[in-house]
Each structure stands twice: as C-alpha cells, then as structure tokens.
C-alpha cells in the first residue's frame, strides 16, 4: 500500500505533466471508458430531475408547495438512507448484481408513486411511496468514480481529470435536467417530468451493469485475526505509520471508512439543503413573476457555471492540499449564493447563478478526492455513497423548510436559508480541516520542504 501511495505522489507531482495533451480524450480512449462513463450520465439524469419533478408533480396538483417539498424530502432520506447500504453491497458482491435488483425495484416503485399521485391519493401514501421510490434509486454516481478509481491504477492525476470530467457531466446533466423536467412538467401534463426521469435513471442502470468488462472486482470484507489467548504468544507488532483512516481521535468513529467524513459529512449535508431550497426557490421566484417555465433554464444557467469551473479545474495541475481547495471553493461557492434574496428579478438571477455556480463543481470533485484517498480499498464506493447520502438528507432537509417558508413568508426568505445553509456548511469546514489531509498532502509538504 505505502508503494502504491508513492507512485501516485510521483505521478501526482510529476514537473512535466502531458500538457500538450487533451488529457479528458485521453482518459475517455482507454478501454471502455466511454462506454460506463455515458452509461452513467444517462443514468444519472435522474439526478437532476426526480426531485425537482415530485415537487412539480405535487404542486402542479394541489397548488402546496409545503406538500411537495416533504414527498421530495422523504424520497431523498429513503435514499440517504439505503445508498451507504447498497454501496457496501456493490463493492462486495459486484456492481452487476446490485445494479440490476435496484433497477427493477426502482422502475416498480415509481410507477406506483406516480400512479398514486395522479389519482389523487391520500397525502400519507404519497409521502411512502415517494420514500420507497427515493431508496431505491441507484447510486450511480458512486458506481461510476469507483470504476475510474479501479481503471487508473493508482494514478493520482488521472484519477484527478477523471474526477473532473465526471463532476463536470454532473453539472451538464443539471443544465439539461432542470429545464427538461420543469419544461415536461409544465407544458406537456404534470407526471411526465417524473416519468422521463425515471426512465432515464433505469436505461442507464441496465446499460452500466450489462458492462462487465470494467466493474471492479468484488473486495470481500478481510478477515479479521482470531483473538488472542492466554495460551496464544504473540511476538510484538512492528510500528507502522497510521492511515488516515485509522487516524479517527480517541472519540473513536470504527464504521466510518475515512476520517475526512468526520468533516465532509456534515459540511455536504448543509450544502445538499442549500442545493434544494435554491430549487424550491428558483422554482417559487420565477412563478411569483408569471414565469414557471424559465426557473428550469436558470436552474440550468446555475449548473452550466458550475460546468465550466469544473473543465477549467480540471484540465490544471495543483499542488495546493486538496483540503485546502476543498474549504475555499466551499467559501466561493457560499459568497455567491449569498446574494441571490437580493435580486430584483429573473435576468440578474441568471446572471448571478452563472457566476455563483463556477466554484460548485471544484467542491464536490475535491470532496470526493479527499476520501478516495483516505478510504481503503474495500470500502472506496461505501466512503462516496456516504458522501452522496449526506447530501441526499440535506437535500431533504432543504425540501422541507424551503417548502414551508415559501408558502409562508415567499422565495426571497428560502434564497436566504440556503445562503445561512452554505455559510454553516463552510465554518464546518474551517473547524475540521484536519480531518481532511491525505497521505499525498503529506508527501507534497516533504517534496517541498525537501527542494
């Protein structure tokens, strides 16, 4: 392990990266890399449309928003909840195997939740089925950054580029997510969001798991050493150098795969809220105004921001720690969103998203950076599905109180609940940065204290 880890500081630090080379072409030209990596933006489409289609679907119906926001609540907890579960099922037993059970269950649980909404159900069955939908939705962003992190071998910038160019296909997809839904939604009947949304998500399910060619291979969890007994002689251990995710305090986390969720966990938890309730509220501005249908396009203006810092990110060698970058996109991310309750209207709020949106994909890429490297190897795709779980309960949480204070108080109100979100997500960060360093930190603080 100590090998592998200074290969990637070599790589990681080499003085001649291949610039002259696109490095994204390069990444996508190795065996089967396309075909996941598509297979995993179409199935992730979902992303960016499930949660915004329930509230449209339930809206659109009964004219609450509060309604709307806890059904999307209760699907984003079902998968917070159930996505840690099913990662450490996929790392060993093998993607394959999970992806197709949660397609299926999935497809069935959707239309059921969607069928029940255009009957007019009860609100209590709603807010069930929309929990069972939610969980069994596939974590197919996890799925795929485990099967670069398998294809690069070790190779901190490619894994890098490849973490980038992933982030950066999670902010096209809420480019075209957000306005397609909204636009379905609106214009055509109001299932037909949800319905597109929960298609895409199981075509692209089906498509990733029948791609046998590139799943990593199943990591048992390792035996553990019998215990010792008054018979047993044990000769004393050799000292070795802590991982980091050993390195967890005398307060003691055991089930936690890396330390750095100590931090990032809670931190993403209050930025998923901000995500919604930035949502709800764009959603709500827009309708206050007289136009629903452009919240969807500036919902994609906000994520198309967030693509271009993500290819620019990227595509540049860093040697700052990835804490470091971590807490300060963080920050920049937070400082835009906090002048979105001041906006005189929908023209300016695009404007402003685009510019707020540059520095979100840099903080998610760089989240899962941290633990990808902190995580050991049988635990890689459970450490991320943490990280996408935390976010999904924030996303929840967000639902929730955006949803009321709109239909209390108006969208200007939710705008700065998602700021006051972003700002406690960010001293989080501040007050637990030790909790992010890697090994490859470490490494580069030796190199340069060594040159």
Request: net charge positive; glycine share 10%.
């Amino acid at each position: 392990m100590t090998q592998v880890r200074a290969r990637r500081g070599d790589r990681e630090h080499d003085p001649h990266p291949a610039a002259k080379r696109n490095r994204y072409l390069e990444l996508l030209r190795a065996p089967g890399a396309l075909a996941f990596s598509s297979a995993g933006f179409v199935g992730r489409m979902s992303m960016s449309m499930y949660g915004l289609g329930t509230v449209l679907l339930i809206a659109l119906l009964t004219g609450h928003y509060g309604e709307a926001g806890t059904v999307a609540a209760a699907g984003a907890v079902g998968y917070a909840v159930l996505s840690p579960v099913i990662a450490t099922r996929a790392d060993r037993l093998g993607q394959r195997r999970v992806l197709f059970v949660q397609a299926a269950v999935f497809a069935l649980s959707s239309v059921v939740f969607i069928s029940f909404a255009e009957l007019g159900a009860p609100f209590w069955t709603l807010l069930v089925t929309g929990l069972l939908a939610g969980a069994s939705m596939p974590s197919i962003g996890t799925m795929v950054r485990t099967r670069w992190s398998t294809l690069v071998d070790g190779d901190a910038q490619r894994l890098h580029t490849a973490f980038a160019l992933e982030s950066v296909n999670d902010e096209f997809i809420f480019v075209i997510g957000p306005a397609l839904v909204t636009l379905l939604a609106t214009q055509l009947f109001p299932a037909s969001g949800i319905g597109t949304a929960s298609l895409l998500c199981i075509v692209g399910t089906l498509l990733l798991a029948a791609q046998r060619r590139t799943e990593p291979t199943p990591k048992p969890k390792p035996k553990q050493k019998p215990k010792q007994t008054r018979d047993t002689v044990a000769a004393p251990a050799p000292a070795r150098r802590l991982r980091p995710w050993q390195r967890l305090g005398p307060v003691g986390w055991p089930s936690l795969p890396a330390a750095g969720l100590v931090t990032l966990a809670p931190a993403f938890l209050l930025f998923g809220a901000m995500f919604s309730a930035i949502d709800l509220s764009t959603v709500a501005f827009a309708t206050d105004l007289g136009h629903r249908p452009v919240a969807g396009l500036i919902l994609g203006t906000y994520a198309f921001g967030s693509a271009v810092g993500g290819l620019w990110y990227g595509s540049r060698h860093w040697t700052a720690p990835l804490g470091r970058r971590f807490t300060t996109t963080a920050a920049l991310t937070v400082a835009g969103v906090s002048a979105f309750w001041a906006v005189p209207g929908l023209l300016v709020l695009d404007a402003v998203g685009f510019i707020a949106g540059l520095a979100i994909s840099p903080t998610l890429m760089t989240g899962y950076a941290i633990l990808e490297r902190q995580a050991p190897p049988h635990r890689t795709t459970e450490a991320m599905a943490w990280l996408s779980s935390t976010i999904s309960v924030g996303v929840a949480v967000g639902s929730a109180f955006s949803g009321h204070i709109i239909d209390a108080v108006g969208a200007r109100w939710s705008f700065a609940f998602a700021a006051c979100c972003g700002a406690a997500g960010v001293l989080i960060c501040v007050a637990g940065r030790r909790r992010l360093r890697t090994d490859d930190d470490q490494q580069q603080a030796e190199l340069s204290a060594a040159t």
